[in-house]
């Protein structure tokens, strides 16, 4: 039976993650998040998603000192960024340098080691060409700090604040999987082809790019932006419903109620509470909103999504909008190699059929 772009088809099946939208449920190998992301790192997440295990102490400094390692390019890589024009867009960038991954040094590990290489270079890779189109000079990585935090000092050259990094690095522990996405799915159908992890992971930066996939929650930020003080919220979610206005960060296409990364997120943004004024800002808005859509559509269940509060933490650490996806793409790296990894193990190439539907150019002479 057709259906168009294979929506409800089974193609997969996964230990990975599962994601449950008419219950509100996102489970990392068979963990609800909920029980996962409060009390764990982002690096242990991803261990946690590679291995199916927790790591133990010995399991996490192993992986940190190979991340670290890996926030040192290859040389050619580095000259391929260099000789990149400042104008080509992050998303091109990220693309173009992780494919040049594929040379026998890199290509002769282990391809669980290659997922920790590419999940270490991503952000340096960003960092290193978003300052350039700013017309800035590279910043070295910093060994003492961790995954993300060392994200964000390679990106602005300054040591976060504590408070910025626990919390991006909430929503990106958050972000690391979820499920069968159109580019977690095209990295499992180039792997299937017994490519390689680089040519894999260039799939999935390409299919990321497209504004249906990793689509950047700017309108949310507008949203905020345009509220600019808890006394306005009433004043302006009123105006934009009484025009038919759509309100930006509210409603899934999956979750048929709250979703749950959202949930999750309030309440590292709640805990936060008169730390920073837009994540304040942000949660006493959601609050209202809620109830003016309760009141104004009450036949529909709208509640907040991932992108509302995800803009919230952007407009916090001043996250220009371009750097939206490819962060977005630093968490999903993690969800992207874990499939590649278990797709190998079990492997059958993707081949589904088509139905032809255009001119019939010939025809029986009998008919």
Same mark, same amino acid.
């Given at each position: 039976?057709?259906?168009?772009?294979?929506? %409800?088809?089974?193609?997969? =099946?996964?230990?990975?993650?599962? *994601?449950?939208?008419?219950?509100?449920?996102?489970?990392?190998?068979?963990?609800?998040?909920?029980?996962?992301?409060?009390?764990? #790192?982002?690096?242990?997440?991803?261990?946690?998603?590679?291995?199916? *295990?927790?790591?133990?102490?010995?399991?996490?400094? !192993?992986?940190?000192?190979?991340? $670290?390692?890996?926030?040192?390019?290859?040389?050619?890589?580095?000259?391929?960024?260099?000789?990149?024009?400042?104008?080509?867009?992050?998303?091109?960038?990220?693309?173009?340098?992780?494919?040049?991954?594929?040379?026998?040094?890199?290509?002769?590990?282990?391809?669980?080691?290659?997922?920790?290489?590419?999940?270490?270079?991503?952000?340096?890779? +960003?960092?290193?060409?978003?300052?350039?189109?700013?017309?800035?000079?590279?910043?070295?990585?910093?060994?003492?700090?961790?995954?993300?935090?060392?994200?964000?000092?390679?990106?602005?050259?300054?040591?976060?604040?504590?408070?910025?990094?626990?919390? &991006?690095?909430?929503?990106?522990?958050?972000?690391?999987?979820?499920?069968?996405?159109?580019?977690?799915?095209?990295?499992?159908?180039?792997?299937?082809?017994?490519?390689?992890?680089?040519?894999?992971?260039?799939?999935?930066?390409?299919?990321?790019?497209?504004?249906?996939?990793?689509?950047?929650?700017?309108?949310? +930020?507008?949203?905020?932006?345009?509220?600019?003080?808890?006394?306005?919220?009433?004043? *302006?979610?009123?105006?934009?419903? =009484?025009?038919?206005?759509?309100? $930006?960060?509210?409603?899934?296409?999956?979750?048929?109620?709250? %979703?749950?990364?959202?949930?999750?997120?309030?309440?590292?943004?709640?805990?936060? !509470?008169?730390?920073?004024?837009?994540?304040?800002?942000?949660?006493?808005?959601?609050?209202?909103?809620? %109830?003016? &859509?309760? =009141?104004?559509?009450?036949?529909?269940?709208?509640?907040?999504?991932?992108?509302?509060?995800?803009?919230?933490?952007?407009?916090?650490?001043?996250?220009?909008?371009?750097?939206?996806?490819?962060?977005?793409? *630093?968490?999903? $790296?993690?969800?992207? #190699?874990?499939?590649?990894?278990? =797709?190998?193990?079990?492997?059958?190439?993707?081949?589904?059929?088509?139905?032809?539907?255009?001119?019939?150019?010939?025809?029986?002479?009998?008919?």
């Amino acid at each position: 039976m057709f259906k168009k772009g294979l929506k %409800d088809v089974v193609a997969v =099946q996964t230990n990975i993650a599962s *994601v449950e939208g008419e219950i509100g449920e996102l489970r990392y190998r068979g963990i609800l998040i909920d029980e996962l992301i409060p009390f764990h #790192t982002f690096e242990e997440i991803a261990y946690f998603i590679w291995h199916g *295990v927790l790591p133990d102490k010995s399991d996490l400094k !192993h992986l940190e000192i190979k991340l $670290m390692n890996g926030r040192q390019l290859p040389h050619h890589v580095r000259e391929i960024l260099e000789a990149l024009p400042a104008e080509i867009p992050l998303m091109d960038a990220m693309r173009t340098a992780i494919s040049a991954f594929a040379h026998a040094s890199f290509s002769n590990e282990p391809i669980e080691e290659q997922a920790i290489i590419l999940t270490a270079a991503l952000p340096v890779i +960003i960092a290193i060409h978003y300052r350039k189109q700013n017309g800035l000079p590279p910043i070295n990585p910093n060994p003492n700090l961790s995954h993300i935090a060392n994200y964000l000092w390679m990106l602005n050259g300054k040591l976060p604040d504590h408070l910025h990094v626990e919390a &991006l690095e909430t929503y990106l522990k958050l972000t690391m999987e979820h499920g069968l996405n159109a580019a977690t799915f095209a990295a499992r159908v180039t792997i299937s082809t017994e490519s390689d992890l680089a040519a894999a992971i260039t799939s999935a930066i390409g299919t990321m790019k497209g504004p249906l996939h990793g689509g950047a929650p700017s309108g949310v +930020i507008d949203l905020l932006e345009e509220i600019g003080e808890q006394e306005k919220i009433k004043t *302006v979610i009123e105006e934009k419903l =009484q025009n038919g206005k759509k309100i $930006m960060g509210f409603g899934h296409r999956i979750y048929k109620t709250e %979703d749950p990364r959202s949930i999750l997120l309030r309440e590292k943004c709640t805990s936060m !509470h008169g730390k920073d004024e837009w994540l304040d800002l942000a949660t006493v808005a959601e609050k209202e909103i809620i %109830d003016l &859509l309760a =009141q104004h559509k009450p036949d529909r269940k709208l509640y907040t999504n991932v992108e509302y509060y995800a803009a919230a933490i952007m407009r916090s650490i001043e996250m220009p909008p371009e750097l939206f996806t490819p962060t977005f793409s *630093v968490a999903r $790296m993690i969800g992207w #190699t874990a499939h590649t990894i278990e =797709q190998l193990r079990d492997n059958s190439i993707f081949r589904p059929q088509s139905e032809y539907i255009g001119y019939e150019k010939t025809r029986r002479a009998d008919a």
